[in-house]
T-cell receptor, first 115, second 113 residues
Framework: AQSVAQPEDQVNVAEGNPLTVKCTYS??????LFWYVQYPNRGLQFLLK??????LVKGSYGFEAEFNKSQTSFHLKKPSALVSDSALYFC?????????????FGTGTRLKVLA | DTEVTQTPKHLVMGMTNKKSLKCEQH?????MYWYKQKAKKPPELMFV???????INESVPSRFSPECPNSSLLNLHLHALQPEDSALYLC????????????FGQGTRLTVV
């Protein structure tokens, strides 16, 4: 079965510092991996995805993620955090093998950027 | 137009009421989804429509009834809900069932009293 784990409920980082939000996955076959961000009382906004190709994926708002097949990880990173980056971040994997193509979301990580 | 629009944004309903949530997209997407999200939890898939046909029902109680009248519109009819059904209901769409990222609406915040 496909699954995604986000080991940290919350990550605190000072403004201007680099940030990392962790995600590990378990899939059979090649993974389709995604990061979404959610601001309070809003829907999910797509940040970036890994389907194939370069292991370093660049996305919206200066975010990037590194796909590491040997560690089955897809950590989200940003070189310099902004207070406005404070939000709830979800890692997700697309369930391709079952043919449903549905998303399987991690439990989410709340990012708090401190001024 | 690259938006998924959900109405209403907020809804308060009694346990004996009948109401509907609406989702609309004009991107030509042929796969549409309903998700339920409780506070501080990830979204949980409820229904998937592919080419206007229901393809997945994740064992959702019958008090939730989805409808896809055309390729741009997705409804969720609500009847005899319980207070524990209070949540953020999210609609999403994507070009086709095999495509990659989905576009999410802003959600309807539902409170059942």
């Amino acid at each position: 079965a496909q699954s995604v784990a986000q080991p940290e409920d919350q990550v605190n980082v000072a403004e201007g510092n680099p940030l990392t939000v962790k995600c590990t996955y378990s899939v059979s076959g090649n993974p389709y991996l995604f990061w979404y961000v959610q601001y309070p009382n809003r829907g999910l906004q797509f940040l970036l995805k890994y389907i194939t190709g370069d292991n370093l994926v660049k996305g919206s708002y200066g975010f990037e993620a590194e796909f590491n097949k040997s560690q089955t990880s897809f950590h989200l990173k940003k070189p310099s955090a902004l207070v406005s980056d404070s939000a709830l971040y979800f890692c997700a994997v697309r369930d391709i093998g079952s043919g449903t193509y549905k998303y399987i979301f991690g439990t989410g990580t709340r990012l708090k950027v401190l001024a | 137009d690259t938006e998924v629009t959900q109405t209403p944004k907020h809804l308060v309903m009694g346990m004996t009421n009948k109401k509907s949530l609406k989702c609309e997209q004009h991107m030509g997407h042929r796969a549409m989804y309903w998700y339920k999200q409780k506070a501080k939890k990830p979204p949980e898939l409820m229904f998937v429509y592919s080419y206007e046909k229901l393809s997945i029902n994740e064992s959702v109680p019958s008090r939730f009834s989805p409808e896809c009248p055309n390729s741009s519109l997705l409804n969720l009819h609500l009847h005899a809900l319980q207070p524990e059904d209070s949540a953020l209901y999210l609609c999403a769409s994507q070009p086709g069932p095999g495509s990659t990222e989905a576009f999410f609406g802003q959600g309807t915040r539902l409170t059942v009293v």
